[in-house]
């Protein structure tokens, strides 16, 4: 196969390597030796970058009033992470691409990838994918490009489905739990957020709601690192001492992440499918055997929480999560996790000022809950008040 999934997934791997490489080959003394013995800076240019620095802090806008809507989704939660993989009933493939917590914007590319990479060697012909949330969306759009023709069957089109209520923060976390992730789904979790970050940055932009934001972790203790084998993909992480920073919380940490707009991302990808000759059609699928009797030889299911029932996964719990929508506030160039009671974050995006939030794994229930809109604002009022 030479799709562009296949290209993502070496391009990875080599740049992966070439790091390590690199790292294992010179080691960190030698690097900065080799750095000394280089020609001198052009004039104009310091041999060290800047301090990071950045434009004056502007504090949100949060109050009661400018609430405009509370918003409840579902997480596809499986402890032991999201699945990737073909299952053959017969004589239909079924490529599994479900289950991705609270990372699915965050994976969708690389995950999509790995699950076109399943059909590799088969000779692209028509192709059935279930669900229009962006897992659907990007694996439709990976077998397009690979020359398949794709006909997307879902209950929900993409801006009632979970992936339009994501936050959107480029953070592939939230996702297992470390008590049952196995190796092999540690890696596949690797791969998947190294191909999509790759894709990622080669939609920065408005067109698909990709841009760059820092990102502030705040709390009462010290804040553990825990990017781990990920952390070359957060630039300028660091942990900010006081006066460096003016958060109220005395242990303040920095990234520096990618922010996506799901409602924008959502609506260019389907423009991107019907464009491409991709067709929609709108079905509730009551079973396995109503989704086998699909004319299609090759089906991918990517139906998030639905596969609990499509496909008999126990293991699929909902993480109930809701926000709270404000009115915009375009000044606010950074985004908030923690820094109070409960589970908190901030995020400004162009349609919303977003403030989270909740992970209640198990509660199915769809409604807001007024008391949870009442933590999460008026933390956040505090938060915010006291900043200065
Ligand atoms: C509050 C909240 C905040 C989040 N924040 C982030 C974030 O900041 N970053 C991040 O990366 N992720 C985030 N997520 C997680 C992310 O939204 C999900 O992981 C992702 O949307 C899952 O996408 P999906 O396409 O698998 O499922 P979905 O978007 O749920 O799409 C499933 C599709 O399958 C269809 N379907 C299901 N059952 C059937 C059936 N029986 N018949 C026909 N069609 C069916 C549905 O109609 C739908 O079209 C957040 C989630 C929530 C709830």
Redesign the pocket.
Known sequence: MTSMAESAILLARKQKNTRRELLKTIGAGAFVASLGACAPMPAGLSRYPRPYSRKPWVAPRISMDAVIRE???????RPSG?VVKGEQFDDKLVVH????????????WGSSALAVRETRGMPPGDVAV?????????SARLLQDAGWNVT???????R?????????????F??YNPAYATPAFMAQLEWASRISHHAYTNLGGRDYGVSWMEAYTLSDSPIEETLGELADLFPYTASLQPGEHPFPSPYVHRQVTMK?E?AILLRRLTQDFLLAGGQVV??????KS??LSLPESVIFN??????A??FDDVELTP?????VYLTPDPDVDFWTVGGGEGLL?M?SRSDVLLL????KLGDYTTHAEPQETERIVSEHRRIFSEFG
């Open positions: 918003v409840v989704g579902h997480r596809p939660y999201f691409n479900y289950g991705h917590g609270g990372g699915g914007i965050s994976l969708s279930i669900g229009s949330g962006v897992m659907g969306l990007t997307i069957y879902a209950r929900e089109v993409a009632h489905t979970t992936s339009n209520v994501a936050a959107g923060e480029w953070s592939p939230s996702v996506i799901p709108v079905t509730d699928f009551a079973d109503e989704v990517c139906s998030g929480m639905g596969a029932k499509l993480a109930k999560g809701q926000l974050y995020l989270g939030g909740t992970f």
